[in-house]
C-alpha cells in the first residue's frame, strides 16, 4: 500500500516531527528522504521499519491504557514507553490523527448538538454492517472461549477469548475497542451490543483509510465518543502556562481553553512543545525550569527597578534581573522561542 504518497506531505511531516523532535538534524535528513520517496510510493510500513530503535515517541497522545486515557508525558519520564517500530503503523497513524481530532473537535462548542447527531449516524451506520454481515453462529464450549461465525456462507470460524477479547481475527482491539465477533458473542447471548457499535466503525473506518487517505476519516464525522476524548491535562494546559517576560503579561492572553488556533497544533510545531514545559515537569524537556527561590514572581518582574551588575550579586547581562542568568532568562528564553519557530518555518518551506 503506497500510504505516504496517499497522505500527502502534511502527514509525513507530522509523523516525522513526532519522533525525530529531539535531533534537528535527523528531522531533515528523514523528510528530505520522505518527500524523495514518496513519489515513488515507498509502503509506509517498511519506511517506519526503517527507523532506527532508539528513537521513541515523545510527544503527549492520548493512549489507552487499562480503560483510562494516559499521556505519553508520564511514559517517558518512567522510562515505559515502546520504540516506534514496535507499534503498528496504523496504530501510529491512529495516535496521531485522533489527537489532531481532538483539538479539531474540542474548539468547536457551538456545534456540541451536531456531533451527537454523529453520535447517532455512526450508531445507525454499524448497525447496518450488523446487519449485514449474515447470520451470526456462535457456539462456546465454556465461559471464557467462542467460536463464533460472522461471514454468512464464507464458513469462516474465529476463536474468541472473552475475557481477553482476544480474537483470530487480528483485528485491532483491546479492552476498549472489542472485534466484531465479540459483539457477535454478545448479541447471541441476547447482551447490550450496541455499546461497542461505535468503536468498531471507527476501527473499520481507520482500517479503509489506511489502504486510501486519511482525510477520509474527516469526511465520515466520527462520534463524540472516538474524536473527542479529552487529551491529557498536560496538554489541555499546556497554552495557558504562565511563562514570565519582562513586562510582567503572561506568554497567553486569557482565552478559551480550546481556542487557540489549529496551526499551533503541537503535533505540527515542535517549538510550541518544546517551550510549554511547566515547573512541574522538573525540565525533563525543553527549557529548564526558572529557580523560584530567587525569582521575582508575576507582576514584581516589571516593577522591580534594574539591579546593577556588582561583585556580590549574579544579574543577568540581558534583563539586569538578579538571580537570573543567560540561561534561565525570561527575556532570552521569549527571542529563542520566535528562533526556533522561525528556522522550522524556513525548514518547513524549503
Known amino acids: 500500500?503506497?500510504?505516504?504518497?496517499?497522505?500527502?506531505?502534511?502527514?509525513?511531516?507530522?509523523?516525522?516531527?513526532?519522533?525525530?523532535?529531539?535531533d534537528?538534524?535527523?528531522?531533515?535528513?528523514?523528510?528530505?528522504?520522505?518527500?524523495?520517496?514518496?513519489?515513488?510510493?515507498?509502503?509506509?510500513v517498511r519506511y517506519i521499519r526503517q527507523i532506527p530503535v532508539d528513537r521513541y515517541v515523545r510527544f503527549a497522545i492520548p493512549l489507552p491504557r487499562y480503560d483510562k486515557t494516559t499521556s505519553n508525558i508520564v511514559e517517558c519520564n518512567n522510562g515505559a514507553l515502546k520504540p516506534v517500530r514496535d507499534y503498528a503503523p496504523c496504530h501510529i497513524i491512529w495516535q496521531m490523527w485522533n489527537y489532531r481530532l481532538n483539538l479539531f473537535y474540542a474548539?468547536?462548542?457551538?456545534?456540541?448538538?451536531?456531533?451527537?447527531?454523529?453520535?447517532?449516524?455512526?450508531?445507525?451506520?454499524?448497525?447496518?454492517?450488523?446487519?449485514n454481515c449474515g447470520s451470526f453462529v456462535a457456539m462456546s464450549a465454556d465461559e471464557n472461549e467462542a467460536l463464533v461465525q460472522t461471514d454468512g456462507g464464507r464458513k469462516q470460524w474465529r476463536l474468541t477469548k472473552l475475557p481477553t477479547r482476544k480474537c483470530t481475527c487480528w483485528e485491532i482491539q483491546d479492552c476498549l475497542?472489542?472485534?466484531?465477533?465479540?459483539?457477535?458473542?454478545?448479541?447471541?447471548?441476547?447482551?447490550?451490543?450496541?455499546?461497542?457499535?461505535?468503536?468498531?466503525?471507527?476501527?473499520?473506518?481507520?482500517?479503509q483509510c489506511y489502504s486510501k487517505t486519511i482525510p477520509v476519516i474527516l469526511q465520515t464525522e466520527l462520534p463524540m465518543s472516538v474524536a473527542c476524548r479529552a487529551p491529557p491535562a498536560a496538554i489541555r494546559n499546556g497554552r495557558q502556562r504562565i511563562v514570565r517576560i519582562p513586562n510582567g503579561g503572561s506568554a497567553r492572553s486569557a482565552e478559551s481553553e480550546y481556542s487557540y488556533p489549529i496551526q499551533d497544533d503541537p503535533a505540527m510545531n515542535p517549538a510550541a512543545v518544546m517551550t510549554n514545559v511547566s515547573q512541574e515537569d522538573g525540565g525533563e524537556r525543553g527549557n529548564p525550569p526558572v529557580p523560584q527561590s530567587s525569582a521575582p514572581q508575576?507582576?514584581?518582574?516589571?516593577?522591580?527597578?534594574?539591579?546593577?551588575?556588582?561583585?556580590?550579586?549574579?544579574?543577568?547581562?540581558?534583563?539586569?534581573?538578579?538571580?537570573?542568568?543567560?540561561r534561565t532568562c525570561p527575556a532570552l528564553r521569549q527571542y529563542r522561542r520566535v528562533e526556533v519557530q522561525e528556522g522550522l518555518d524556513v525548514v518547513a518551506d524549503g
Request: hydrophobic share 35%; aromatic share 10%.
Open 298 to 326: 508575576g507582576k514584581q518582574l516589571s516593577q522591580a527597578p534594574p539591579v546593577a551588575r556588582s561583585k556580590g550579586r549574579r544579574c543577568c547581562g540581558a534583563c539586569k534581573e538578579p538571580g537570573y542568568t543567560r
Open 107 to 131: 474548539r468547536r462548542e457551538k456545534t456540541r448538538q451536531s456531533l451527537e447527531d454523529l453520535t447517532e449516524f455512526a450508531t445507525k451506520r454499524m448497525k447496518e454492517i450488523v446487519q
Open 24 to 44: 534537528q538534524a535527523s528531522y531533515e535528513r528523514r523528510l528530505v528522504e520522505m518527500e524523495t520517496r514518496s513519489s515513488k510510493g515507498p509502503d509506509l
Open 177 to 207: 475497542w472489542p472485534c466484531i465477533h465479540f459483539v457477535a458473542w454478545q448479541k447471541a447471548r441476547g447482551e447490550d451490543y450496541m455499546r461497542y457499535v461505535d468503536w468498531i466503525y471507527f476501527t473499520k473506518t481507520l482500517v
Open 1 to 22: 500500500m503506497n500510504v505516504i504518497k496517499h497522505f500527502g506531505a502534511a502527514a509525513g511531516k507530522a509523523f516525522l516531527t513526532l519522533v525525530y523532535m529531539d
